[in-house]
């Protein structure tokens, strides 16, 4: 594997010694301006010109010329929430997103790879599933610098994680730091933002990230801010109380001085569906006032996190080891029983969201003897152990010794469409970035693993028209890096990185479903991550090019 690795390192150093034009193409450069035929030029890792019409001789004499003809040329394409944090470990090639035009990969919601103190690491190695990986970092800069030696194909950058944090100073109980612990806390977010990170992520409705008070938040944003990070947030509704946790991400922002963005905005369950103009009313109110509020999203009606999400929080606090106890308790487990039933529970319970067990799909399992349920929704393994959904998600949790892996659809197509075209507007897969084979077969991925960006360019943009191509690609590049503060990355720009996608927007098509969700999207031919060329005519080409991008605060964060 080193061998291999280095092989891969020598290719991309080999390449970028080379300079390339790309002609005869259709330029969308992510300012969200027409379109116009013409070419790019690259040199080294840096995008070197770029004009109307056929390339000149003076731009192509020397390079390596490449015709295409027929398809667009575009900045790299930005996954503004991936999970490929493990999946990069073990596959750095993230064939799912390269496939896609994916060269930027942002992690950090909620969790983040760092920091870490011994604990965390022991539990970190003894909850993992499928994909096993020894903890050799310590920092999330140092986990970030271990993919960029280790080789991967994208880029990749990540927010620092609240629950991370909060589980570094006071563990995993239902607790309020002390004064002390929140200090402490703030000079760990501000180490992580000196390192590189981009801001704040957090996680709001999963335990222990759901029992910090908004104070609390405001704290470590403010550290964030100071950095010029941003705030990120899955927050604390999608649903039921969706307005209130509005009103919390602008109240941060406002008190933190910085920006603050959703992570996958929703309105989940059928009786929130309505809510899309109210919530759209509240975020346009506070960007005309000044405070700078963005969205991300996934292009589909169903969410997948974990039985976590259907579980009441008191219960969870601990860990996932004191939850599992508990639930062992026949007392206790009767209380669960009881809330998870309750219609107007005050905690964001999913599968009440989803309206019934059939709208409930089990995706990934650690224990091999239930690896045969992948695939069935919680309905059909209620059916067939003759128990109910309820006690059959508690007895699933058990018996797995983890979260379990499930989907859950929630969302309304209509609201999806016009999330579509909104301005500020970006993208985000929620998944990893895994390749179709091997132990990513194991079990089973959400489509928008594999199809997010291309359905977003096939479905929305050529078939329903939703936005128009310039736009779209403006929203996949420019408005993430630019909102997120980073550099020379995002256009098609001399100087900049050249982070190029060439795609046909005839074709690009995702062929992902839920019953078989580990197919490639097709109609991405050519994909350059700083100026190395990691897809070519559709296949990887195993050259690892891929750099830890950092955010803002860089070097320059006060410690």
Known sequence: MRILALAAFLLATSAMAKPAVLTNGLIVDGSGEAPYAGWLAMDGDRITGIGKGAAPASVTGGASVTDVK???????????????????????????DIRQGVTLEIMGEGTSMGPLNPEMKRLGALRQD???????WTTLGEYLATLEKKGIAPNVASFVGHTTVRVHEVGESDVDPTPEQLARMQGLVRAAMNEGALGLGTSMIYAPAAYAETPELVALAKASAACGGMYISHMRSEGDRIEAAVDELIAIARESGGPAEIWHMKMSGRKNWGKFDTILGKIEAARASGIRITANMYNYTAGAT???????????????????????????????????MDENADWENLAKRAGNPE????????????????GK??????????????DTAIDLVIEDGSRVGTAYFLMDEANVKRQTAL???SF??????????????????????????????????????????????????????????????????????????????????DHATFAKPAQYATGVSSVFVNGVQVLKNGEPTGAAAGRFVKGPGAGRCPA
């Open 306 to 340: 974990g039985l976590d999400a259907a579980m009441p929080l008191w219960v969870q606090s601990g860990g996932l080891e004191r939850w599992i106890e508990r639930l062992k308790d026949p007392a206790l487990r009767a209380r669960v029983k009881a809330e998870m």
């Open 428 to 509: 985000g897969s929620d998944a990893g970035a895994p390749s179709a084979e091997g132990v990513f077969l194991l079990s089973q991925d959400h489509p928008r693993a594999y199809g997010n960006v291309a359905r977003l360019l096939g479905k929305y943009v050529r078939e329903e028209k939703t936005t128009t191509l310039q736009d779209a690609v403006r929203r996949l590049s420019q408005l993430p890096v630019t909102n997120m503060g980073i550099k020379e990355r995002g256009l098609l720009k001399p100087g900049y990185f050249a982070d190029v996608v060439v795609f046909d927007p005839a074709t690009i098509t």
């Open 130 to 136: 499928d994909i096993k990986y020894p903890i050799s």
């Open 70 to 96: 027929g398809q667009a040329i575009s900045p790299g394409f930005v996954n503004m929430l991936s999970w490929a944090t493990e999946s990069l470990l073990i596959d750095g090639r993230a064939q799912s």
């Open 359 to 374: 709208n409930v799909l089990l995706l990934g399992f650690k224990n091999p003897a239930l690896k045969p349920l992948t």
């Open 377 to 390: 929704t919680l309905g059909e393994v209620s059916r067939m152990r003759g128990t109910s959904p309820e």
């Open 423 to 425: 301005p500020w507007m």
